[in-house]
């Protein structure tokens, strides 16, 4: 299948070993993976912080670079910018759009896909051939879970990796507290809803976090390594795409 | 859009559609005096607020979805929850000229209030013909809302709360934090301690048991039931095709309430109409299941005008706006008005478990106070206007979406509002920021030399590559997070460079093997638990 990667902004910049992750592992499922070069980001920043008129030329952009009728899906390691896409460039088009953008938005639209869902729903898949003998906590984002309703689907593909020992995180479906723009507008109740979840994760005993936003992580690695926890943040796709033949070696967290 | 900030004829014009008017600005409760970051500073620090606030959501949490998943028809009971009330909102005038008409003909009097002002000066003026210079209240957020309490000591009569979590707030001259539960924020101690000093000839001995409690206001509050002739309720129903009214609750002090007194004077909110009385099966189901996880709540009061001989020979009904009309001229917004104020999305809220309702500085706090605000208030930018900091008062998790009875979307809602927010603020420096950031977003180019740039945060991080204090405004973030350094290398990068085409096509070599040793693909359905 002929697949576009949309790496996100954050995770271009910021988190390139969760972007070379997914592609890696959409290359070892045999699928030909493109990367758009002109893509940027889907802007979601914007409009959850009250902006829709300043993404149009995002979601133009967007809608121009995954157009393309060859590129049978889009997939996003990002549960939130799958659903910026699928909820968000819709509200934006509608309001300050062309009848070519609202077109365009909505072709788009029905073939992106987080990388969970596109795995299970769309590849048909749970065993992904992953190898991974670390124990690990999922904690479900929240766009993930009641934006895009991936529900069961990554637990599905994490109880499917070798090796790995997979515990329950308490209250898994509790806010992170991170929200964007909202951990620094409202930083101090921001923080206290990232002191319960890096409570709940340290409870478990995991060596690992894994959820499938690098945004969520970046929250919650950044507390978990503020307070030297020893644990780490790992994004799903890292998990998946790890193999007996190419591990991922577990670095230590800073204490 | 310009934001209404006076009388609604200010600016108006023949033949000019006049702006639905606002609660006028800092009259009753819909305002805070400082904005939601600031109030929940003082609330975060206190440990006891944290600890009751926790109890007490988590346990309605739980009984909520005990009882709301026992019915299989849950789903279908919201959708047509949402449905009767969009219906409703869609013809709220011909519906509320209905109610008008049918509670006059079964003996009631009908009074229009355009805001909370009005309101005030009606009941005032109703209670005083009665030469009372007391009277009773129950179940009313409408005249919380409006500061009818206040308004009516201001006129030297005397107004006592007779529910009991109301009584407890209005003892201890605090504030209700919660829809549902006002003294959610007080634990049992707390209220022994106001019970002993507040109400007259209380047994000294008493304790924090909460039967004993609820009986030691029992007994106050009987007193006041047999010498009282007027009350004031507020309504959670009003039936257009019947003219009735209707108020659920737990204690029964409400139905001694709406029955004893000579007088009763009922403060509605115009959105609590419904069309038809047989819509009262859909929603005594979905009130009590969502707010206090019942399958009943105790007492269920319906009263239609006036009956000779039997409860208050007088009722009357007064219909306030306060800015609802102008919540239902916004096409998005007027969703909000659907709110049955069941406080589900309090209870599942992880701002409001951490913050409490004070925080939020209106009636109504939590997800749909956040919403429901500033619509009937306004945003005054000007004015520096703590309710423009209420949209932005939640980390849009959407829990609350998924516990709402009649399925409001106040996710999309609040961000609805930070969007008129945003256009009537004029140029920030986080709009100039907003607007910059989407400059170089639109042009690859661009974006790939900001990325570069970026990669020079690698020299302020330390060495374990993270930054650990950032710049204000990011000064909030980087007081409890640590950030990671750009790495050296992007993701268009390395896809672009011969080391990542070497991967990813070392991956498909890999995939190949495989699926011609032991297809992966193959085993999957066993592998599912």
Redesign the interface.
């Known amino acids: 299948m002929r697949i576009a990667l949309f790496?996100t902004?954050l995770?271009?910049?910021?988190?390139?070993?969760a972007?070379?992750s997914t592609?890696?592992?959409l290359?070892?499922?045999?699928h030909d993976?493109v990367?758009p070069?002109?893509?940027?980001?889907c802007?979601q920043?914007?409009?959850?912080?009250?902006?829709?008129?300043?993404?149009v030329?995002?979601v133009?952009?967007f809608a121009e670079q995954f157009g393309d009728p060859a590129i049978e899906a889009v997939v996003v390691p990002s549960g939130s910018c799958a659903g910026s896409v699928r909820h968000?460039h819709e509200?934006v088009a509608e309001r300050y759009g062309d009848a070519a953008l609202r077109a365009g938005v909505a072709a788009v639209r029905t073939k992106t896909y987080e990388l969970s869902e596109f795995l299970v729903d769309v590849l048909?898949?749970?065993?992904?051939?992953a190898y991974f003998p670390h124990r690990v906590t999922y904690h479900p984002t929240?766009?993930s879970?009641?934006?895009l309703r991936v529900g069961e689907k990554p637990l599905?593909l994490l109880?499917?990796v070798e090796g790995i020992d997979l515990v329950e995180l308490p209250e898994a479906?509790?806010?992170c507290?991170?929200?964007?723009?909202?951990?620094?507008?409202?930083?101090?109740?921001?923080?206290?809803?990232?002191r319960d979840k890096m409570d709940h994760i340290t409870g478990t005993g995991a060596a690992v976090c894994t959820a499938g936003d690098s945004s969520c992580l970046?929250?919650i690695?950044?507390?978990l390594?503020?307070i030297r926890s020893g644990k780490r943040t790992l994004h799903l796709a890292q998990i998946l795409a790890a193999?007996r033949?190419?591990p991922h070696v577990l670095t230590e967290a800073?204490r | 859009m310009s934001s209404p900030t006076g009388p609604a004829t200010q600016g108006t014009f023949l033949g000019m559609p006049a702006v639905p008017p606002r609660s006028p600005y800092g009259t009753g409760h819909l305002r805070g005096e400082r904005s939601?970051?600031r109030a929940?500073?003082d609330e975060?620090g206190n440990e006891q607020l944290?600890r009751n606030l926790g109890k007490a959501t988590h346990s309605i949490r739980a009984k909520r979805l005990a009882v709301t998943g026992e019915l299989p028809d849950w789903e279908q009971l919201r959708d047509t929850g949402s449905a009767i009330k969009t219906d409703t909102m869609n013809r709220l005038p011909e519906l509320l000229e209905q109610l008008e008409r049918k509670v006059t003909e079964r003996g009631g009097t009908v009074h229009w209030a355009r805001d909370g002002v009005e309101a005030n000066e009606i009941v005032t003026r109703l209670v005083r013909e009665t030469g009372s210079d007391e009277i009773l209240k129950v179940k009313s957020m409408a005249t919380q809302e409006i500061g009818l309490n206040e308004h009516l000591a201001s006129q030297g009569i005397a107004a006592l709360e007779t529910d009991l979590a109301e009584l407890i707030v209005q003892l201890a001259d605090d504030r209700p934090s919660h829809i549902l539960v006002p003294a959610i924020h007080r634990n049992r101690e707390e209220i022994r301690e106001i019970f002993l000093r507040h109400i007259p000839g209380v047994d000294p001995a008493l304790d924090a048991d909460p039967a004993r409690l609820a009986a030691a206001a029992r007994a106050f509050l009987r007193e006041k039931f047999m010498t009282t002739k007027v009350a004031v309720s507020g309504a959670n129903f009003g039936i257009a095709e019947t003219g009735t009214l209707a108020v659920v609750e737990s204690e029964g002090n409400g139905r001694m309430c709406l029955t004893l007194p000579e007088m009763l004077i009922t403060v509605m909110g115009i959105e609590k109409v419904l069309p038809r009385f047989q819509d009262l099966e859909v929603f005594l189901q979905l009130l009590p299941r969502s707010s206090t996880g019942e399958r009943m709540n105790p007492y269920t009061s319906l009263w239609t005008g006036v009956t000779p001989g039997d409860g208050p020979q007088e009722f009357h009904l007064v219909l306030l706006d306060n800015g609802r009309t102008a919540a239902l001229a916004d096409r998005i917004g007027r969703a909000a008005l659907n709110c049955i104020r069941c406080s589900a999305c309090l209870n599942v809220c992880?701002?409001y478990e951490?913050?409490g309702g004070h925080a939020y500085g209106s009636t109504y706090p939590g997800p749909i106070g956040a919403v429901l605000t500033p619509q009937l208030a306004g945003m005054h930018g000007a004015k520096n206007d703590p309710n423009s900091s209420l949209?932005?008062?939640?980390?849009?998790?959407?829990?609350c979406?998924?516990a709402c009875p009649v399925k409001i979307d106040i996710p999309?809602l609040l961000?609805e509002?930070?969007?008129q927010?945003?256009?009537q603020s004029g140029t920030t420096a986080?709009?100039l920021a907003?607007?910059a950031?989407?400059a170089v977003?639109?042009?690859?180019g661009l974006?790939t030399a900001a990325?570069k740039a970026?990669g020079l945060g690698r020299v302020p991080a330390g060495r374990?590559g993270?930054l650990?204090r950032l710049p204000p405004?990011?000064n909030?973030?980087s007081?409890?997070?640590?950030?990671?350094a750009?790495?050296k290398?992007?993701?268009?990068s390395?896809?672009?460079s011969a080391e990542?085409a070497a991967?990813?096509r070392a991956?498909?070599e890999?995939?190949?093997r495989?699926?011609d040793d032991a297809p992966?693909?193959d085993?999957?359905?066993q592998?599912?638990?």
């Not at chain 1, 920043?45 to 993404?55: A, D, F, K, L």
Request: aromatic share 8%; hydrophobic share 35%; glycine share 8%.
């Open positions: 790496a902004c995770g271009d910049t910021l988190f390139p070993e972007v070379k592609a890696v592992l290359a070892r499922l045999g993976v990367f070069p002109q893509q940027t980001c802007g920043m914007h409009v959850n912080t009250g902006y829709q008129r300043e993404p030329p995002l133009r952009n968000q509200i048909d898949l749970t065993d992904v051939g929240c766009h879970l009641r934006m599905r109880r499917a479906d509790a806010c507290g991170f929200g964007g723009t909202f951990a620094v507008k409202n930083a101090e109740t921001s923080t206290a809803m990232l970046m929250h690695g950044g507390g390594s503020r193999t033949t190419a800073a | 939601f970051p929940a500073h975060l944290r992880p701002v951490r913050t949209p932005y008062a939640s980390s849009l998790c959407g829990a979406f998924d999309s961000v509002l930070r969007h927010h945003t256009e986080e709009k907003m607007k950031a989407a977003m639109k042009r690859p974006f990325q970026a374990d993270t650990s405004p990011l909030g973030w007081d409890s997070r640590d950030t990671p750009p790495p290398q992007t993701f268009r390395w896809f672009a990542g991967a990813m991956a498909a890999e995939g190949a495989h699926t992966h693909t085993d999957a359905p592998e599912e638990s």
